[in-house]
Every structure is written in structure tokens, then in C-alpha cells.
């Protein structure tokens, strides 16, 4: 029976699939022979995700009775899937402009953060902005990703650390879920510092009694839709011990873990990580061969950020 379809991408010289079966991802010589087809075409459904891709040919005939709200006649062009960014922190108020000129004078990132500057900064302003002003200046910074071709950003929260102003950001980062054309994976990352007054001790029992019990709630009722938990897992923030209990309780309620670790100093997060079942580590310049292994053997993925080493260092 013939049936209506979004899209119909016709005639692509190529069309990059990077799987060929059904994989989530490939890994070392794998990387070096991506699946592409020549001479292709794709259906999209009307629910936007791929139907079909094929020969040119075996989708014009497998389709010749479906009608499509839009055909686009992709020869001598390539498709290819979109980006995606596995680490963001887009939704903040204020500029470290001025950091540069610490860090040119020979302040290191942990210098600035130990004196009230660095994320601290950054939370001060990010507390005192609305909700509408955060929302409209991340509307732009996604708009720019789209732009330079990102179709799945994961997006932290972070520079509030009161549940309160995580509450806040989470809102904002629900409100583009559901009103841009992009796809967000959303993360609480409330251990981003240890706030002003506390320990991390404390602030990972806050985190655990406080924030945690009010995610699953708003998540229950469809408030906001939380995909993971993060913790900045470093010497001077938040120790393993309470990395490990804030990573777990997020586990417990159904949080995926995607954390900071092995950053600036080797702190075994990624030995951590691997114990807890966590998706993916970040950073981890200053991870250990042990750490490699076994992230490798439990199919961790590592994000790495290579340009982070140069703006933060
Ligand atoms: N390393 C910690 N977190 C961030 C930087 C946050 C900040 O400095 O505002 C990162 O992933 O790069």
C-alpha cells in the first residue's frame, strides 16, 4: 500500500553509512574502511528517522508509489551523517575574557579556579541571569553548531551547583529539546565545583539527598528529561570517594555516567568509571595504561578534548 514519507534524497553520488552491521561504532582498523555507497538514495519517514538507503535504482522501484512531502536530486553530492558533540557546557552567563591575561602571566587553570575565578566565575553570573536570558544566548550557540553541521549535542548543566540554578539550566537546555531542530542529550553535572562553604564530602551529600531525589521527580512527571551524570572527578574538586557515591546514586536513578576524569592530574577516574559501568569518561590526558585497558575491554568511550588543553591550561 503506498504511503506518505518526509523526505527523498535521490541519486546521491555517495552516501557515507560508516556501519555496514548494524554497529554502534567501529574502533582502530575498522576506522579505516567506512561503509559508503555509491550511487544511492534515502527515504525519510515522517517520524524523521531513515527508512530506507539503497541503490538508486532498488529505492525508486521499492518507492515508486509513495509520495514524499520533499525530494531533493542530491547527484554529484555526498550525504553524509550528521556530527556529533559528545561535551558541551553551552548554557552560561558572563565572559573569563579577563582569565587570559591571568593565564598569560603564569595562573594555571587550577590556580584561577582555587581563587574564585574559573567555573566559580562563571556560576556567580550564570546564577544572577533568567532563565530567559540563558536560554536565548544558548539558542544562538546552538544555532552555530547547526550551522557548521552538528545534529546530536550533549549538553551539561553545571554552573549553578544549588539545585535551584541546575534546576534552571536543565529547564532551558528541556526548552531547546523540545522547541529546536537538534538533538540534545541532556546531562546534570551539579559536581562541577565544589561550592563555596562545603566540602566535597558535603556537596556530594547534597547532590545525593537534595538534587538527585528532585531529578527523578521532574523526570517522572515529564518535566525535564535527564540523559546522564557528571562529576569533575579532579585533585581540589571532588575526590574519588565522592565521585564514586554521587556517580552511583545518579546510576541508581536511572542516569547514565559520562564524567570528567584523569583531567589534569591521574586520579584513576577511568579505573572508576569502568567499576561503575560509566558510557564515557572525558578529558583523561592524565589517564593510566590500566585505565586504557580497561576502559577499552569494557567499551568505554573516551571523549577526548584536545583543544581544552590549550584554552584551560
Ligand atoms: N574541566 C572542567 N570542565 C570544563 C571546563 C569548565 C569551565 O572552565 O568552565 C571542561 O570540560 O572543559
Redesign the pocket.
Known amino acids: 500500500m503506498a504511503g506518505g514519507h518526509r523526505l527523498l534524497l535521490e541519486n546521491a553520488r555517495q552516501v557515507v553509512l560508516v556501519c555496514a552491521r548494524g554497529e554502534r561504532f567501529l574502533t582502530r582498523d575498522a576506522l579505516r574502511s567506512l561503509e559508503v555507497l555509491e550511487g544511492a538514495s534515502l527515504v525519510v519517514g515522517t517520524d524523521g528517522f531513515i527508512k530506507a538507503i539503497g541503490p538508486a535504482d532498488a529505492i525508486q522501484k521499492q518507492f515508486s508509489e509513495e509520495t514524499f512531502e520533499e525530494r531533493i536530486d542530491c547527484s554529484g553530492k555526498c550525504i553524509l551523517p550528521g556530527l556529533v558533540d559528545a561535551?558541551t557546557?553551552p548554557v552560561w552567563a558572563g565572559e573569563r575574557v579577563h582569565e587570559f591575561a591571568m593565564k598569560l602571566a603564569g595562573a594555571t587553570?587550577m590556580d584561577i579556579h582555587q581563587a574564585g575565578g574559573?567555573?566559580n566565575f562563571?556560576v556567580e553570573r550564570t546564577r544572577q541571569a533568567s532563565e530567559e536570558e540563558l536560554y536565548s544566548s544558548f539558542q544562538q550557540r546552538l544555532g552555530c553548531m547547526m550551522r557548521a553541521g552538528t545534529t546530536l549535542v550533549e549538553c551539561k548543566s553545571g554552573?549553578g551547583l544549588n539545585l535551584e540554578t541546575e534546576l534552571k539550566m536543565l529547564r532551558v537546555i528541556e526548552r531547546a529539546r523540545q522547541e529546536l531542530d537538534i538533538g540534545i542529550s541532556a546531562t546534570y553535572c551539579g559536581a562541577?565545583s565544589v561550592p563555596k562553604g562545603k566540602t566535597a564530602s558535603e556537596a556530594a551529600d547534597d547532590i545525593i539527598k537534595n538534587h538527585l531525589p528532585r531529578l527523578k521527580e521532574l523526570g517522572r512527571n515529564g518535566e525535564i528529561h535527564v540523559d546522564n551524570i557528571d562529576v569533575?572527578c579532579?585533585k581540589g574538586v571532588f575526590d574519588l570517594d565522592s565521585t564514586r557515591r554521587i556517580l552511583q546514586s545518579g546510576k541508581d536513578i536511572g542516569l547514565q555516567i559520562n564524567f570528567?576524569g584523569d583531567?589534569l592530574h591521574p586520579m584513576k577516574a577511568a579505573e572508576l568509571g569502568v567499576e561503575l559501568g560509566a558510557q564515557a569518561i572525558?578529558?583523561l590526558e592524565e589517564v593510566s595504561d590500566e585505565g586504557i585497558a580497561a576502559m577499552a575491554s569494557a567499551r568505554c568511550s573516551a571523549v577526548l578534548?584536545p583543544t581544552?588543553a590549550y584554552m584551560?591550561r
Open positions: 561535551h557546557h587553570y574559573g567555573i562563571t554552573y562541577h569533575f579532579e570528567h583531567e572525558s578529558h578534548l581544552t584551560l
